[in-house]
């Protein structure tokens, strides 16, 4: 992508087209936002001074918006044939090096959707201190790769815990030369706060742990208050509302899923200011097909129909009652990477208005995962902006087709212009 990738030197001036902002503010109509460097300089109407040396783009008819953001991805997902009919297989045969890249492949995708920032929750495919992703991140920010700003996580893994049993699935079928990246489990507080210390010395930004009914307060505490001690926000995965409050009680700065809420739960969330990341992504048509064709059982299929109702109803009650909503997807195996924004289309089914499913996907999106240098198009912030064909405020779905994100900018830096190459 090196030869569409260009600094400014100059001030460049969107103008034209409808703003939004991201901050739920109502759209502008012939907005101008003006940006040099990698910052913001300028946002506002017609009134706005053009400086004469500028680079200006047309966006009459288009809108302005900020760059989106999925709080919940794993880039970590094979993209192979051997993948889709025989995942732990091609899993076992996929060796470090090449799960990073296909990472970026997914990870190029989603910068090209229009996603500028994704968090990325570690996984099967990773390693213990998700070295994979931060090699990732390493060359985005070093230039050298095309892909969102990352945030990226670490994720602590138990003896006997789900993601420990689907190695013990794959690894005796391990050939001896094979370089497996595994998550090995730890036990008990002293592991566990040495195995965050680990994450956070490679660079983790944040500490993931799957709560289940086997997980003890003890350990969840210590996971909590290692990753606080550090600067770090604690994630964590939640299904039931039992597991949702467990992890509020253990200080949990974002509930990932949250799957099945009840009045509570969300009523914690709330007083507590903790944020629900949804991930309805994960349950839609598309991700049931993708299952599917990769020969998954109907039950399996069935049940993502049957979680995937629930589900909505509890994003609907929270929203209703004022939880923090933030947009993620967690695509992964499905590698629906490209295809985040389903996301928005699934919560405006739940009752959240366009605008609250944008902000849901900038502005608060961005405050839970800490990059609070983005998220919104105002003065001084970094230059994260997307050129849409068209008005997502009328129809949401436009943010799904490829074709109708038009530029994509990120840090200043015009990453894409759609008519300069070919779509995918
Ligand atoms: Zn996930």
Redesign the pocket.
Known sequence: MSEETHSNTRPTVLKGGKLIDGTGNPPLKDAVVIFENSRIKAVGGEDIKIPSDAEVIDCSDKTIMPGLIDA???LAAIRSPEAQRNWPLARVKTTTPLITLHAACNARRMLESGFTSCRD?A?PCSSDRNLEILALREAINLGIMAGPRLVVSGWVVRTGDEPDLWLLLTIPRMPEYVDIPVSRPVDGIQQIRKRIREQIKWGCDVIKIECSPRITTEELNAMSDEAHLWGKRFAV?AITAEETKKAIHANADTI??GTILDDEAIEMMIKRGVFLVT?MT?YSEKSQERYKAMGVGQSFIESLKVEGEAYAKSVRKAHEAGVKIVG?T?C?RNLLHGDNAIELELMVECGMSEMEAIVASTKTAAEAIGLNETGTLENGKLADIIVVDGDPLKDIKILQDRKKILVVIKDGNIQLRRDMRASW
């Open positions: 919940h991805v794993h929750m996984g995965h990932e899923h991930t994960v993620g967690d992964s």
